[in-house]
Each structure stands twice: as structure tokens, then as C-alpha cells.
């Protein structure tokens, strides 16, 4: 059959596109924030980092307002050396040496209000695997990270989906939604193929 005797399929349009609504970033961070003091010492930081499962810590100064931040590729550096058992004593002694010793000082920020898009543009650009959230007064109110994101994105597909269908027989939970394909032909089919 030529494609000009094929017969022409309906396109179902459900309203005008439109974009999701400004998300702030306050929906997304996670409170209460594991932080440290900048004199905390490299050894408490990986520490308190294993304790809780995290990858970045915010450094505070004496009022409690940001400083820096220390992440586990900071310290991953410092500490290998000290694990290895075999360096001489200056280098043993890292693991006493305070974080403002490694941390990053130009920490990037976001607020509560900031979107989640703004968010994400940041963290793309400068490749960065998290963000304080801080206040007017740069008191640290929550985090932002990567797995936040993809909760983010995760519910906000859930949301935003025209026809979610259940698929747990093909991803294995009944959580999972996808989307109805528009038509019922086969995607890598030539349109211009005889049949």
C-alpha cells in the first residue's frame, strides 16, 4: 500500500501545552541540615558524613552563618593518604587538620524561593552535586542535592502526565505511570515504506 492510500490517523490534542507552573526550592531541600564549624576536624567530618549518609557539609563561622562547604571528594583526597598507613607523620596528622583547612570558600546558594529550574541550571553549569538554601542573613535552612531533583522530577512527571497507565507488570512496581503512546504504530517504521 503507498503511504497516500494509508488511511490518516486522528491527533487527540488535550489544551495548549503549557509549561509547569515556578516550583521554589523549598517544596524540594531537606531540613534539618547536618552541618559543622569550620575548626571541626577533617576526621569528625567524614565521620559525621558516614553517620548520616550525606556527601556535602555546609562549614558555619561563629554566628552560624555560612562559610564554606566540605564534600566527600574533599575529603576522600585527604583522607586516602592517612589511610594507607604509610606516610610520614606530617601527612598523618591531616586527619586532625580542621576542614576551613580543605573546604570550599566561594560556596554558590539558592533560597527557599528560588525555582527549582533556576536550581537546576545552576547545578548543571558549575557541576555541582548540591546547594545550601540559605536566608537573608546566610543561615543555612535547608539542602538542595541531586536526589532531591529526581524526586522532584519524579513527582512532577506524576503530575503533570496526560494519560499515566499502570506498567508495574513492565517495571515491576504499581507505583509507575508512563505515557499512552499517540498512535499504535511502530515508532522506527519507515512512514515511507511500502507495507
Do not use: N
Not at 40 to 64: K, N
Not at 76 to 85: E, N, P, S, W, Y
Amino acid at each position: 500500500m503507498s503511504p497516500r492510500g494509508r488511511r490518516a490517523r486522528a491527533v487527540v490534542v488535550h489544551g495548549a501545552p503549557a509549561w509547569i507552573a515556578a516550583v521554589p526550592v523549598r517544596r524540594w531541600m531537606k531540613q534539618p541540615v547536618a552541618t559543622i564549624g569550620a575548626r571541626t576536624s577533617v576526621r569528625d567530618a567524614v565521620a559525621l558524613m558516614r553517620e548520616r549518609g550525606i556527601r556535602h557539609l555546609p562549614v558555619l563561622d561563629g554566628a552560624q552563618r555560612l562559610l564554606g562547604i566540605v564534600t566527600d571528594r574533599d575529603l576522600r583526597q585527604v583522607m586516602f593518604d592517612v589511610a594507607l598507613g604509610s606516610v610520614d607523620e606530617d601527612t598523618a596528622r591531616l586527619g586532625d587538620l580542621p576542614v576551613r583547612e580543605i573546604m570550599t570558600w566561594g560556596v554558590v546558594t539558592v533560597t527557599p524561593a528560588t525555582d527549582l529550574r533556576e536550581a537546576i541550571g545552576v547545578m548543571r553549569e558549575r557541576r555541582l552535586g548540591a546547594l545550601p538554601v540559605v536566608d537573608a542573613a546566610a543561615h543555612v535552612v535547608g539542602m538542595l542535592t541531586e536526589r532531591d531533583l529526581l524526586d522532584a522530577l519524579h513527582a512532577l512527571l506524576r503530575e503533570h502526565v496526560v494519560h499515566p497507565r499502570p506498567v508495574a507488570a513492565t517495571l515491576g512496581g504499581a507505583d509507575d505511570a508512563a505515557v499512552e503512546p499517540a498512535f499504535d504504530g511502530d515508532p522506527w517504521q519507515d512512514a515511507g515504506a511500502e507495507d
